[in-house]
């Protein structure tokens, strides 16, 4: 069930055969660094590289090669510089999903080959997701979802971040695990579904779902060391745990094992944020938006989040107001309002957060709030309090 991919071998548009090696080399990068997200499987050099030089059929490939998607491209060497263009396609149907083009100096090859690579990458998995995720939703609900689909449908439901949608992604979590007992993304997506019922108080025990997403973290890094994922969300666990440092650890190795994968630049980013170091978190922040310009409505908001801190007001209300129906950002845009001296905007963008979360109060948010230094909190509070938030 798990989505499939070809890399083609990237024509030469040069004319020249001396630049093989760089078309070539850019195909196999890809192939390895696809081959980092687990839940891809992905054709080995040795099979797609047989259409070397030959007139490809989409969708004979696909057939050929048992594979959903075929990622195709060219490379145009001209002088000192070069252009690179990808596309990927379903390979059934001939739908383009997603094209880029790269246009680069030609100072160092391998920088180029590298910094292309990533930028593929990082744009190619969001894309692939989003295809998958509209596969499922056509399939008929009747037949017996496989592990992998749960998971897509739990993700989609979570990613709605309201208690209804949490708990029913819960259910399709548990589904993966009893279809997969070693699916780690699937331990790691249901020990999401706990740790957000804590961070919003959904049920009325905050600190039992904390223990069971640590629970969860932990058997998804015990059934699969190597999955990016559950280093991930074991990291985020530590954070709500408290335990920085070796949240910053186990985020860390998130990203060594998938450099492509701009979310743990994200969350590693919001870390330092409430560490205090707030310049290496906006460092992280754009270098994962140089990664991909797929940013989402939660990247926008920790990317806020981290202007805020740093004081750059009217750059944090830019990138707030840009975010779409996620409450979480309406806090912190009336912080921002507020320290701009815009009361009348804080107070009414305040009231819009209070009226999902009437319950919210200073002193039990700040109790959950993880920022290390007490400027910073100090500076948080103060940003609440102008905006009229209840004590």
């Known amino acids: 069930m798990l989505p499939s991919i070809a890399v083609l071998p990237f024509e030469n548009m040069g004319g020249d055969p001396e630049q093989d090696y760089f078309a070539d080399g850019l195909a196999e990068d890809l192939i390895t660094e696809l081959a980092r997200f687990q839940e891809l499987r992905v054709v080995a050099r040795n099979s797609s590289f047989t259409y070397k030089g030959k007139a490809t059929n989409v969708r004979q490939v696909g057939e050929e090669l048992g594979v959903r998607y075929v990622l195709e491209g060219s490379v145009r060497k001209t002088g000192n510089r070069v252009r690179i263009t990808a596309q990927l ?34 744009m190619l998995a969001p894309t692939l997701e989003d295809s998958e995720r509209k596969r499922v939703r056509n399939l008929d609900r009747s037949e017996n979802l496989q592990a992998y689909d749960a998971v897509l449908c739990a993700r989609e439901k979570w990613a709605k971040f309201n208690e209804v949608d949490n708990l029913e992604a819960r259910k399709l979590y548990q589904l993966a695990i009893d279809l997969d007992p070693d699916y780690a993304r699937a331990y790691s997506g249901l020990a999401w579904t706990y740790l957000m019922e804590k961070y919003e108080r959904w049920g009325d025990a905050p600190d039992a779902a904390l223990d069971k997403a640590q629970e969860l973290a932990a058997q ?32 860390n190795r998130a990203i060594a094992l998938n450099p492509n994968d701009v979310d743990s630049y994200i969350f590693l980013a919001d870390i330092k944020t409430n560490q205090g170091e707030i310049a290496e978190s906006i460092e992280l922040i754009e270098r994962a938006r140089e990664l991909s310009t797929r940013t989402n409505n939660w990247h926008k908001t920790v990317y806020g989040k981290a202007l805020y801190a ?28 507020a320290q701009m001296g815009d009361q009348q905007k804080a107070e009414s963008t305040a009231k819009l957060y209070l009226e999902r979360y009437p319950e919210f109060s200073v002193a039990q948010h700040m109790d959950d709030n993880a920022m290390q230094r007490e400027e910073d909190r100090a500076h948080y509070v103060e940003g609440l309090e102008k905006a009229g938030f209840p004590a």
């Not at 149907?93 to 246009?103: G, N």
């Open 89 to 122: 396609i379903e390979a059934a149907s001939d739908k383009h999903l997603w094209a880029e083009r790269y246009d680069r100096d030609m100072d160092d090859l391998f920088v180029v080959q590298d910094e292309v690579t990533q930028r593929i990458v990082a």
């Open 310 to 337: 740093d004081k750059r007001y009217e750059e944090a209300r830019d990138v707030l107001v840009s975010v779409d129906d996620l409450t979480f950002a309406q806090r912190l845009l009336a912080m921002t309002y």
């Open 220 to 251: 998804a890094v015990k059934v699969n060391p190597a999955s990016h994922s559950a280093w991930l969300m074991h990291g985020n666990v530590q954070r709500a745990r408290g335990d920085m440092r070796q949240s910053v650890v186990s985020v």
